[in-house]
């Protein structure tokens, strides 16, 4: 049978009651302030991407622990009004690539970023450059999955700890280029990108918008009871060794659930969600939708798979951000 | 063990005697006369695609029959010199998607349109607009395919004479499309899109370049016997059902064969290949690369399949393009 | 698990309420008449099957838009008497294929005509003949798959309304040939041979008797969102793609599902279905059962998946005919 | 890449030299010997299959130990003149199934005798009746494969020693049929059918033709190097546990090796071979073929897997009997 | 979806009401008494392993007709105090394999007894050694499956009626191994052996013991239905050939279903069971665990397949051994 | 096709000219002297296994970096003299597991140390214990794979480096416990653990033995090219995206190469290869073979895949053991 987790209905009710743990934002908060307190410099290199419409430069900023994360960053060519930005992550196994890749935000007149994934960006397109510095230094460099079990012992030391932290750094150093209006901040991302920008934007509410498509990381749980495919199912097979950690395992997934971040954020959102998505199943991907505490509206594609509505939405997003200022 | 035709070594001197129906150029004359005779205008009408620094038209010209072919045209915002062009067609089974789905060569300062392909557009990505009219009229609207053997019993009535013929009469429209300088066309494709921009080039000579990728619809009868997947193996399947037109249905794929076709090509031309590909083999890119009768250089992927060289693919096209107009 | 969509218990009582569209009768009136007004003649070639019991022709009668549409006539050699006549209809993808491979009818004593599927016969056994002459002339040679979604933009231009239409005038044409009795004519098939068989009953509705084997093209919407393979899934394909064509769609396809057809059947009916049966799922099967307007029994294979009951159902099926004509 | 396992030039020449085992003839002619000691009688059943132009009998005839082997029987009704038989063994996994299921050649006016195959028949099709009695008593009931190393430690308890005499000993029974001319007694089949034809024609070297369909159980060292699936195999797995018994399976299996049988039949024989059969690759196929002692044709279908020919070779078959009788 | 076929909520309370076949213990009583009459000795040949602390004997005792079944003894070298013994039986497929494979309970102090399993031992591992001989003789020797459906038309005919009774006899051999203490014998096995453990325990209900992990042949209709492999869908397929046998077939399978045999059981026992296993689903294991007439505990996998608790659970018997000696 | 890359004859003669890097001898001298030179102590706590026969600690030795590494050791209880020690590395993914799950060499009478594998122990059995301290601190802590390509932009970052380097940091450590005879240590391992001995035997040449079963690390360049599965294509699939990067690559993976290492191994040794093995192709294996530079012989299991001679090929390890301490 075509993959389905609920029907159309339930799906629309569905809110479970999931309780963050006691100190979800005690230690995110921690965790965020010793991030900034390591310091570090954003700097910004110029780069020939061969565009004559467009202008693009490389950028480090300091992620995790201070650690160099690199981004690309795209505007219009001669820009000089200060303008709006939208800041996307990758999915899961991606890197930043090269820079010409991803043109829509910047020829739709927005400055653009988009984040490198740290230890990402060797299992599909055309790679990443940002090693996990703090999760093994050049022997972090980027490599073929998988990550969603890296650490996992405890919060600590668990991989997306310093992932979601990079994105919420990525906001920060973002707001301090130039040319790049600071209150007008968008989070995008499909996928892990997707729970990224949820993260992204409960760790830094006063965000402008939030972009979100078919996001991975939500409900953890219960992704990997209905999940059909990795990253949810690389939780299941390690669990299946360590037969004994069980409990532990699900104690340090809660801490970036996106769930949880999303009953944080304060931003308008635009979520889409695919019916058929066996990766990151529709009832994960309303759970978060129906916490997320600012307002949010769904698209619904019913047949499609994880790849959801790609330019289809992309139009919807051009709309949205096109309401969104006009209605500041 | 992973997909390989022949050695590196063996492609690169891989040249196989493959004679052209004896009446090849007789008719494709007499198919392109008939098709220019057949009139029908090119129509352009404004498109608004959310695109600030890019603008955008939706183009219908007369293809194969005078029947109508839509296109999305798109160029930098502004632009008043007389540019060049890059036409491109699309691969198995896509359609022209929406507007602002491929941004690289206008927001590098082209012209840039992309060709819809008849009947197609129904088995991925975002959707076509041009039905096979000549193929069925109303009927012939996109759908999913196969459209390897539709009306293969005879090239008169076999599709891929109609989309050939389209691909060529896309250049005649885009030469008369105001600011494009006619002399500066560039054909480009990647897999059936390959195929196609091969077929442009020599039956439209005096194209300015071509960009060739990974091409389908080469040394066709080779890739019946090698390729793993579709669309070469719809021609296996319908051969071990009409198991008495072997030699009639390799008759009709003879005309469009781009062996055939790029060695009537004058125009400068990038390859590229990938050594894994088991869609489009390498041996049969190969023998349609030493065909070609221009000026020809080939980027070789070892360890890609029919992805291609992707980002850096269009790295090197945008070099090889700069270069091209400089020395001219 | 294997495939199960419902208990036996629940298909038993299977009903779902499915409104036919509001013009339904007026359509398939219209649709009828038009074709019987293109005319064209039924045309009978005697053709030498190398077989000394049955006599075979090739017989070419007007289907839709009075496109010639071929068939097999076998019947035993030798026959004077009037006899009934078993017509069936083929499973998707195929065609009627070489004269001698369908005889248990004719060897049973009946007169047996084995309708042509226009456009298709490429996909598996032994080939088809007939072009889909009105969806695209000889470019509508039998070709590969997929059929799902020609034309399905609206009912005029949609397949299925020709295949349909073909199947009630196969009836018509029967009818006239030398030796049936036009009152003793009944309707067979498998898959998309029992949906047309349906279609038949219901358009021609004074046809003495169905043979009706897990057929397709019954509670469309049911079979998109349950089965696990084509053809249903192209729809589900299709939608993936044209994202915004849903209400369309099923709009058309309404006209052409089984579960409408049977509420205007009013022949006995033996249908039979397979619990396992992932490409017809059962509970479509009782969808239209339940709908059958006239009397109807119902043979169930608990362990069988789409090849259902094979030679077991031809034994009840002999069984069938031969009470039928006893109680008449 | 599709299955090949040589070119079809080299195919034409391939003429391995496999010597039989010293005592291959002696072996066979005692077997033989002692099958026909062990008596039995030939029994003969009037069965209804509701066929009015086709007469059907349940025939059992002493195999192997005297061992009741079942087939079916049909012919022609009415027929009075002597005929000519073609006897028919099935594929692997099968049983002989229900009456009505294999109607041609009786409908072509030939006698036709379709043998049980012991112990299989429930992996496929309708059933089987014949329980694999020296093997196993009524535990030798018909059940699901598999059979290639039943017994295979030595030939003396090898299950195919026991169907390769059940089919050298229906051609005896045949022959003591009502009606039957046992001077033209044909034998005929597919896969593991066509294996047993050639075993049948070499043990009974006076049949009078062989019709002989991708062949299994040839050249079998080979096929269980190059064949993709089972039955072949089946060896290979068998010998990667028992990794101390590659010889003497072997020397087992050369006893049942079609090549060594072809070499001693005399009969004119019809061949078919497809280019594409992963199951028995055409390697075997020709070896089998060249080693044919009497005249031999071979049909070649090159976009063909194990299904081969079908209806297509069907209609060769019945020219190639037309001729055969033509010319006696 | 990853394979679960109840919650776990569900399955704790999951007791189907499965009544036993009205002579079920009268059949047994006669089955066992039969092969009890029917005699043979148990013959013990010392074997050198190559291990310094294990000794080793090739034990054969009469089974199921009297027929000779194989055993691998390992004990403690130099062990002179009585002890208890552990009797494991094996997974589907597997033989007894080399002596050296099993060395936990030896090495833990205990006598291991590993029967071999008639007929099986050529599908993985590393081969077995006793024939199937009233399942045919030399022709019954291991050899690849399947073995669900051989005989399975009645009772006495089954395959593992005589394989059940061979795990009883294996019980009743050990007692007379010197320096086991008959009183203290414990059944084990995984998968069919752990059906065959609960057969064993329920058959000869004064065992001492029983370590029961993922068992097959437990509520087998309802494996049958939810199991997504092999061996219970060898079931299913062969109903869907033996379209008429349901109901046969069900009965006979009664006789060899787990659920009886554990409601016969006295003996404390330790099960495990895996959520995910898509081989012996979770709600058949628990079916079995529910009827279990003695103590029982359960330990639950919630991440694994068919692999199950592996050493994990071997910790937890070692443990469960320890305490159940020292509560006597 | 069953899986083979050259004919057992061609292997048989395989030797392939393969240079090592200029620098390989310094380099690993280098990395072995600053691994010594890093400290740490060798610390052995008892463990309670529950086994009766064998004695167990757990050990904790210095590996690369001196990052504490994991180990089992075994040996017979009371064994009083001095003893030869087998020491084992895993397979890829695999660690440690539990203590009582290895017991062989411990039976047969030998010391033996089972070594974990940093950061592995997630993908199969029942975990690991030991971090990649040196590539991630806590953080590398024993997570899913995929290692091939941590750190694999240049040797001193290499995962493998470090993995090898403990290896023969795990021969420094066994040669200080007690009981053990530091001349007798015979290093040992399948697949992954069998490239680890390779190396462990190259890098530290005075071992007395090595035991290397289907190896991987081994010509690996060629593995790349021909192996149908991970580990191997973890590096095709990394180059597919790190497109620029396939001369670093092999120039870093050249010095954990196995053929390189076997070139420096002077102890006798016992080889085993499988001919369908399509995870460490035979050909790899048998470079290897021919490059050891010590005695070498191998066993050959013809129809075997990547699980090889199991327990078969222990039992040639018995013996070989048993001879090699004899001969000395």
Known sequence: ?????????????????????????????????EARAAGGEVA???????????????VTFP??????VRAWWLRPRGLTATAPVVVEFNGYGGGRG??????????????YVFMDTRGQGSAWGNGGDTADASGGGDAG??????????????????????????????VDAVRTLPGI???????????????????????VPDVAGALVDVPFLCHIERGVRVAEH???????????????????TFRTLAYV??????????APALFSVALRDDVCPPSTVYAAYHAWAGPAQMVVYPYNGHEGGQAYQQRRQLTFLDHLWENR
């Open 257 to 266: 659930d996106g769930v949880h971040h999303a009953a944080r954020a304060q």
């Open 230 to 248: 990795d990253p949810y199912q690389e939780i299941a097979r390690y669990l299946a060794v360590h037969r004994d950690r069980e409990e532990e």
């Open 98 to 111: 090269l820079v010409h890749e991803r043109l829509l935000w910047a020829a739709a007149g927005y400055h």
């Open 181 to 203: 209006d600071p209150t007008r901040v968008v989070v995008a991302g499909a996928s892990q990108g997707g729970g990224l920008a949820i993260a992204a934007a409960g760790l």
């Open 141 to 170: 460099a980027p490599a073929l999955p998988g990550f969603m079990t890296r650490g996992v012992r405890e919060v600590e030391t668990y991989y997306f700890r310093r992932l979601l932290t990079d994105a919420a750094r990525c």
């Open 1 to 33: 049978m075509p993959f389905s987790d609920m029907s159309r209905e339930a799906l629309e009710s569905y809110r479970p009651d999931l309780p963050a743990p006691a100190d979800f934002d005690e230690r995110w908060t921690a965790t965020l302030a």
């Open 63 to 68: 992620g995790f622990g201070g650690d160099p």
């Open 44 to 58: 910004v290199t110029p780069v020939d991407a061969g565009l004559a419409l467009i202008e693009a430069s490389d």
